[in-house]
């Protein structure tokens, strides 16, 4: 069966370190997957999404990165993260081909990293 | 811009009634629909898919209607048990990506 795990799962940082949060699959090949972040009052905001390794779309400006350097594996980054940075960082994935309007992408969701930006 | 709403205030109601959450969306025109749960500090599971062409989808307790005409969906928990207490995502797709609501706090009071 397919599994999905992110790490850490909650991380206090200072304002202008670095991040890095990681996301594997296991139990599937070739899956898109996605960074959101869930903010306190708000909702699930997409960030990336990657069809495969190497590409990654970006859905909002912001000083984050995203990465997928093997087939299961998608890293959110930051050079130096701001206090605007702090929240709910969950990484999903899907297996549904891209650009069907009508093929629906269930996600899957991993158990989610708590950002604290001090 | 494309605009998700759902209930902001939480859901209060008594185990063994019917609970009906709301989403209503603007600006939009969704291939399919889908609802997830959201336990405090886990990542959503998904629960039901509906398409633009059904009106109707059921799962055990769980009942999902999709309004294209009036852009609304409403997510019916019949029976609900305390267990059933969670915040409850609609979500809107269209080609590549979901869009998700706010969510509203469902609490099944025993």
């Known amino acids: 069966s397919q599994t999905i795990h992110q790490w850490p799962a909650t991380l206090v940082q200072p304002v202008g370190s670095p991040l890095s949060l990681e996301c594997t699959v296991e139990?599937?090949?070739?899956?898109?997957l996605y960074w959101y972040r869930q903010a306190a009052g708000r909702g699930l905001q997409l960030l990336f999404y990657?069809?495969?390794?190497?590409?990654i779309s970006s859905e909002v400006p912001q000083n984050l990165s995203a990465s997928r350097p093997q087939d299961r594996q998608f890293i959110l980054s930051s050079k130096k993260l701001l206090l605007s940075d702090s929240g709910f960082y969950l990484c999903?994935?899907?297996?549904?081909?891209?650009?069907?309007?009508?093929?629906?992408?269930?996600?899957?969701f991993g158990a989610g990293s708590r950002l604290t930006v001090l | 811009s494309q605009k998700i709403e759902q209930n902001s205030e939480a859901l209060n109601i008594q185990e063994g009634k019917t609970a009906t959450l709301t989403c209503n969306y603007t600006?939009?025109?969704?291939?399919?629909l889908q609802w997830y749960r959201q336990d405090p500090g886990r990542g959503p599971v998904f629960l039901l898919l509906?398409?633009?062409?059904?009106k109707e989808k059921r799962k055990e307790r769980l009942k999902v209607t999709f309004d294209t005409t009036l852009k609304q969906s409403l997510f019916h928990i019949t029976a609900s048990q305390p267990a059933d207490s969670a915040t409850y995502l609609c979500?809107?797709?269209?080609?590549?990506?979901?869009?998700f609501g706010k969510g509203t706090m469902l609490l099944v009071s025993p």
């Open positions: 139990g599937t090949s070739n899956p898109n």
């Open positions: 600006n939009y025109s969704p291939a399919y």
């Open positions: 999903a994935w899907d297996e549904r081909g891209l650009g069907s309007r009508s093929g629906a992408n269930v996600l899957t």
């Open positions: 990657s069809v495969g390794i190497g590409q």
């Open positions: 979500a809107l797709g269209q080609y590549s990506t979901l869009t």
């Open positions: 509906i398409r633009e062409n059904e």
